[in-house]
């Protein structure tokens, strides 16, 4: 290929509906550049993480025929187990009893349940260890357990969960005082260990909530193989005591959310670059709300993770694990995935959350490099983010995402000469919409299935129309016919 211009007509959107009537629009340019393809954005880039306690209950089993086709529909990918509740979680190799601070016990038994479900879906698993309460030598002897049973499908160990927060409230896992330097004493005891047990695992880390601890470690953090980080775009959630405000579909879509994003990954980036690790978002959500269904924004986190997605991964991540909960909906109202009722959650009876749908559109342009891409018009267009990528064959696969929360429908004018084009659109009645939600004009059905049906879209004068809605986005997926004149 010697180069695809996309011309788009922008326009902005007029209501926080996905349904709206296509207006007049200022001219707009897209150019997606195929003569510079950038990063690969990886097969299986898109992950899913959960805490212990799914597994420790049997939550993450092959036997549960829904979790099974939804994981393999988003992969095969990265499943990791970690969380706030990994440094509460006690492991034991020989039926020791768990002490009075524990909230979960994990054996070897669950560590086989899970190799049920990875072998059912293809995916491999980063395992949290504890580190709250420390003890390398136990740390050590769960990893040797799981490299035993796990095999090549275990990617990794990842030592204890957002340890810069150990000594804050409510955690009271160290005193006020624990700093850095103690962390990292504390972590390269769990290297040692690890590596004299469990011969070859590689060891994640440091899985902060800030960058700010990694930045300053400086060449200690070559002890991880990967270098991971977490990020929850909003900060604040309606629990009680005290009430905070509701998180909005506008907060989510908002600019100063994506200039965040863009922050946390360039310094993640110079970080890994600076110790030559790989780097992964090895935990992420619209926001971190456990146990509150007021937290979940509805259709507009769907909107949010396809843009999160290709943003971080476009910046040089490995990948980005969402995560939640397979317990109730209720409990999870921001996971991918959730379990409608308790005779759900108990035999793996999980549905697909808004989020989730973001996440499959997302992964329809895996398997290739991204392309520069740059949007053009008469009239800012702050809310319309634009992505491509194009894979070995010269299939050159766009995603428009409009996060704009009001105003009129977008006409978007693609020239395609030599290629034919298809169109999958990402839709819902409203921002807040936790049901109903369309991605290639159908649903995930209640046996986790999805039927999409690309739009096959005809060219006038070598040119496409599509229509692209106030708080929807399109994925369009050209296919070359012959050489471009």
Known sequence: LAGLAVLAAVVAAACTRSVATVGPSPVAVLSVDTSQPGKLFALGAVGLSTEPQELSVGNLSGRHARLVRLMRLLGPSVLRIGGNSVDRAWWTSSGEPAPRW???TITPVALSHLRGLLTATGWKVILGVDLGHFDPARAANEARYAQKILGPDLLGIEIGNEPNGFGK??????????????????????????S??????????????????LTEMGMAARMFTQLTQHYYPIKTCPLTPPRSPRPTAMELLSAAVRVGENETLEALASDG???????????????GCNADDDAAPGFAGALWALDWVLRASSSGMSGLNFHGGLGGCGSYSESPLC?????AARTGGVIAQPEYYGLLAARQLEGGRFLPTRLVSSRPLPNVTTWATVTPDGTVTIAIDNLATGGLSQTVVVPIVSYTATEEQLRAPSLRASSDITLGAARLTPAAQWHPRPKVLVGVRGKLRVVVYPASAVILRLHPTGRSE
Do not use: C, F
């Open 196 to 213: 004299t047990v469990a011969l070859g695992v590689a060891v994640d880390g440091p899985a902060l909530s800030g960058p700010r601890w």
């Open 339 to 343: 379990a409608p009722d308790r005779y």
């Open 169 to 194: 409230d409510p955690t009271d896992l160290r005193p006020s005082s624990y700093d850095l330097p103690e962390y990292l004493r504390e972590a390269q005891a769990y290297y040692e260990a690890l």
């Open 102 to 104: 524990s909230t979960t």
């Open 273 to 287: 670059a600076a110790v030559n690790r790989s780097t992964r978002i090895g935990e992420t959500n619209s926001v």
